[in-house]
Every structure is written in structure tokens, then in C-alpha cells.
């Protein structure tokens, strides 16, 4: 099942199933595809008439795809007019009103969409993180793969020389191995246990299976180790599990 990437091919591969599916079979085995919630890369508070997309293609090897979204839009061209339905992203997911609340954000591949438009917004309002003698940390961990890095490096670098954001990666190599943001908390798990004794904010985006799971194992195991907190670690967890 490995080399059949979607159902064209599982049909090509197999054509007894052709014969034996009619339209309204197929209608019911096909799940649809479900929307990227988060690939909003902009602030509509700095300008409502423009919206950035942080979109990924991948290359698969055993014969080439793309998404049935990104392919289009990575053949489309300047001037080709796109329609598109927008849904308001859920409640906790915005960046505190107070900029003294630190914030902690985690991403793993385009599930930094949502956090360029943090930075885009903050850059705006000239809020500075704390280690240039700004208000309060606000910290970007980020896992990803040497070749994706090549068209963020420099935005997220002009981030962190303006002093917006500091600004962790997790680079997993080609030769397999693998490394992850929420990794990064573990490492830095002093200052994220002061930014939490602070009230602070952690957001998290990417795979709700593999992000969101594995940022919830770091922060529980700071909390424990680092923080003495046992009985109450599970409380503290779920509290900021409303952002993961």
C-alpha cells in the first residue's frame, strides 16, 4: 500500500476495484479533504487587504505529487485570481493583549504560518522581545529540514536582529535522523519554566499527534523536574493545552 499515494493509483494498481465501485461507493469510501486551519502567514491587524500563505509541496519519490492546494497555487501565476473561503481561527489561539505575558511558540514544518503572522504583528506594534531590553521573552522554537529552511532564513533572521523574537531550530538531517522542536524545551527548560511561573502563553502548531503531544511530554517533564510540581503537573498542562 506504501507506493499507492491516493486512490487514482490504488485504482490503477488494482483495477478489480474500478469494476467493483460505482460513483455512489466511491462517494462514501472518499473522505474529503480536510482545510489547513493555520496557513495564514500575515497579520490582518497590519494590513487587512493582503494575506500571506506559508505553503509546503513535497516531493515524493516514488513518483511525483503535489497537494491537491499546493501543487495549484505553486503553478499558479502573477495576476491568476484565486477564490478562497477564510474562517476565523478558534479564540485562544491570539497573542495576549498584554505584551509583560511571555509567550512560547512551537512549530514543526508550515505549522510556522500561524507565528510569522505573530511576528509580522508584534514587529508592527515595535514590541521587542526581553533579552534586547524589551518587555517579556517571546520565543520561537522551530523544527525543521535543511532544504525547507531556504525560503524562511532570512525573514526569520530579520525577526531576530530587530530584536522581535529569539528564535530556536531543530534541523533534521537528510541521513534520517530526526530532531524536534518541543526537544528544544526540554534543553531550555529553565527559562521555560520562568516564562510559565510568569503566567506565560505556549503555543503550539504542527501535527496535534506529534507537536502537540510531544509539547505536552516537555512541559510536563519541566514542570516536574524543574518545578517540583507533581500532583498539579497534569492541571498545569491541560490549562495550556488550549493553545497546543
Known amino acids: 500500500m506504501e507506493k499507492n499515494r491516493n486512490f487514482a493509483e490504488l485504482i490503477a494498481n488494482y483495477p478489480l476495484l474500478a469494476h467493483a465501485l460505482n460513483l455512489q461507493k466511491l462517494l462514501i469510501v472518499l473522505r474529503a479533504t480536510q482545510p489547513h486551519r493555520y496557513s495564514v502567514a500575515s497579520s490582518p491587524l497590519v494590513n487587512s487587504g493582503v494575506a500571506k500563505l506559508c505553503v509546503g509541496v513535497e516531493d515524493l519519490q516514488v513518483s511525483y505529487h ?3 492546494c499546493s501543487g495549484f497555487l505553486k503553478r499558479a501565476e502573477v495576476g491568476h ?3 478562497i473561503r ?4 478558534q479564540d485562544s489561539f491570539h497573542l495576549p493583549s ?7 511558540m512551537v512549530a514543526a514544518g508550515t505549522g510556522i504560518s500561524v507565528f510569522l ?6 514587529r508592527a506594534q515595535g514590541i521587542k522581545t526581553e533579552d534586547p531590553g524589551g518587555q517579556a521573552p517571546f520565543r520561537l522554537f522551530y523544527g525543521t529540514c535543511h532544504h525547507d529552511m531556504a525560503n ?8 531576530v536582529d530587530e530584536g522581535v523574537v529569539v528564535r ?3 534541523f533534521s ?3 534520517g535522523s530526526r530532531r524536534f522542536a518541543q526537544q528544544l524545551l526540554t534543553r531550555d527548560g529553565l527559562k521555560i519554566w520562568s516564562d510559565l511561573r510568569n503566567n506565560g502563553r505556549v503555543y503550539a502548531c504542527g501535527s496535534s499527534a506529534r507537536v502537540g503531544a510531544g509539547v505536552r511530554s516537555s512541559l510536563m517533564r519541566i514542570a516536574e523536574q524543574l518545578g517540583g510540581v507533581t500532583d498539579s503537573a497534569d492541571r498545569l498542562v491541560t490549562r495550556l493545552s488550549q493553545h497546543l
Do not use: C, H, N
Open 66 to 68: 503535489q497537494g491537491l
Open 98 to 104: 498584554d505584551p509583560t505575558v511571555p509567550v512560547i
Open 168 to 170: 530556536e531550530v531543530a
Open 117 to 122: 503572522g505573530f511576528l509580522e504583528l508584534r
Open 81 to 83: 485570481t484565486i477564490w
Open 86 to 89: 477564510s474562517r476565523a481561527s
Open 152 to 159: 524562511l532564513k532570512v525573514l526569520l533572521q530579520m525577526y
Open 173 to 175: 538531517e537528510g541521513d
